[in-house]
């Protein structure tokens, strides 16, 4: 999501080349997402990048999406015993209280007397993370860009000024990278010989779980367990159930913890009447961090013209049309565009210089 929605920008006044390791885009931590928009979500750039990103969402160009790429979901924080110091958190990002029967008239087959109180945000909403991406892809060929998938960069030198870019697929020659490499985005700034900037990849799990026979979630909300300790939302008609971990790991094509997934569905077990008695379809997915939490974009301090586009952890996809634009602009050498300065973002917060000393 990061490589070509930026790429679709910079494609605009420039020649742009994506080099993607697998065959297919999306392949890696963009087609494991759960797929909302949740604009209270995540540290204050997050939700500054989110809520820049909200108007494209709601009003995509049709030739960029023939469909809505939002939906009403609406999110419920689920408050057990123990929990009761979230639920001032929860009102601070505009939660609202929920009464518990109006919970059971959601989700009716909550377990209320296992919950001390419910909080709601119906601004969580769906996202199609594939017509977003396909939207990108589209956009950037549109735009005379030019795709090598298959392709893994294996290195880079310098040449007179310009970068060569060594790949399993020969030698390319470019002015510019950027480094859009998700999990591997610090084994990538190592090869080209730039900040060591750590960005820790960190698994989260997910399964989908059949449902009884006549239950329909089509409506529920997300639910999730007050800190973020599990969560289920409805998914082409079956649930999926997250136990939210965030377990650090090397990059690797990443599968689901049976364990922490075993926990989640205990979890579920106490706030939803229903058995859960087989596991179905499971997959795992990385979100990769900076050590403070937020995204790294911004040329780097060491090598020239070696842009950082990564550590977009939880968010990627909610922030990618603010991202992508905050990108070109500061590769064109323009001023951080005005909606994205008027959500209150600091590019300061997000520049690869914030780990030079
Ligand atoms: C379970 C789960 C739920 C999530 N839910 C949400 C959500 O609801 N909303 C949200 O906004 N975000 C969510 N996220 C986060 C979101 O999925 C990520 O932030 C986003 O996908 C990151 O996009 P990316 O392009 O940086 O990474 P990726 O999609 O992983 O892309 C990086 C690409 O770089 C390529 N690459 C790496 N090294 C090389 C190399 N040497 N040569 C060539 N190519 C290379 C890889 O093949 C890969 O395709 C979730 C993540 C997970 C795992």
Known sequence: M?????????????RVCVVEREPQPGYHSTGRSAATFVPSYGPASIQALAGASEAFFEAAPND?????????????????????THIAE??????????LDEFKRMVPLIRTEALIAALYDDNARDLDVDLLLQGYVKLFRARGGTVLPRTEVTG??????????QTSDGDLSCAMVVNAAGAWATSI?????????????????????DLPSGANVDQWPLCFG??????????????????????PVEPHDAWADDMALA???????NVIDFEVTHIGHTWGGLRSFAQDGNPVAGFDETVDNFFWLAGQGGYGIQTAPALSRLTAALINGRQIPDDIAAHGLE???????????
């Open 2 to 14: 990061a490589g070509f929605s930026a790429a679709a920008e910079l494609a605009e006044a420039h």
């Open 64 to 84: 960029f999406a023939a469909a809505p790429l939002l939906s009403p979901r609406g999110e419920a924080m689920m408050v057990g015993l123990g929990d009761e």
């Open 90 to 99: 929860g009102e601070a990002l505009g939660l609202r209280p929920l009464p």
């Open 156 to 165: 880079f030198t310098r040449h007179y000024g310009a970068w060569q870019v």
């Open 189 to 209: 700034g190592e090869l080209a010989g730039a900040q060591n900037i750590e960005v820790t990849p960190k698994r989260r799990s997910a399964v989908l779980l």
């Open 226 to 247: 007050a800190g973020e300790t599990f969560y289920f939302k409805p998914m082409g008609g079956k649930l999926m159930l997250s136990p939210a971990d965030a377990t």
């Open 263 to 269: 926990e989640a569905v205990e979890k579920f077990h």
């Open 347 to 357: 590019p300061a917060a997000l520049s690869p210089a914030r780990f030079s000393h």
